[in-house]
Nanobody, 124 residues
């Protein structure tokens, strides 16, 4: 059972930056993928970005393209989300997730493992 632990959330002013980290408890296989999702109050959980563990193929939701960057440290089993030019509408609990598949990564149901979430709050 892979355990995922996020860190790096906090309060930041609009236009600022934060970097989220997600540490996996064990070495991840070549067919593994990871993603970031977020959930704002009263809204459904939504896809933010994903990365395949072996090849590093990236995907982003349109609202964060050009502002957020997903990456991973293959040797350390850590995934990152660098968030720049943050907006108040980015405020949400951010979750990292792991999938035993590299398909349908924009869909939450694809993922087998989830972290506990970390709060990101962007003030005006």
């Amino acid at each position: 059972q892979v355990q995922l632990v996020e860190s790096g959330g906090g309060l930041v002013q609009a236009g600022g930056s934060l970097r989220l980290s997600c540490v996996a408890s064990e070495r991840l296989g070549s067919r593994f993928a990871m993603g970031w999702f977020r959930q704002a109050p009263g809204k459904e959980r939504e896809f933010v970005a994903s990365i395949t563990w072996n090849l590093g193929a990236l995907s982003y939701t349109d609202s964060v393209k050009g502002r957020f960057t997903i990456s991973r440290d293959y040797a350390k089993n850590i995934m990152y989300l660098q968030m720049d030019k943050l907006k108040p509408e980015d405020t949400a609990v951010y979750y990292c997730a792991g999938a035993l598949s590299t398909l349908e990564l924009r869909t939450a149901a694809t993922y087998d493992y989830w972290g506990q979430g970390t709060q990101v709050t962007v003030s005006v």
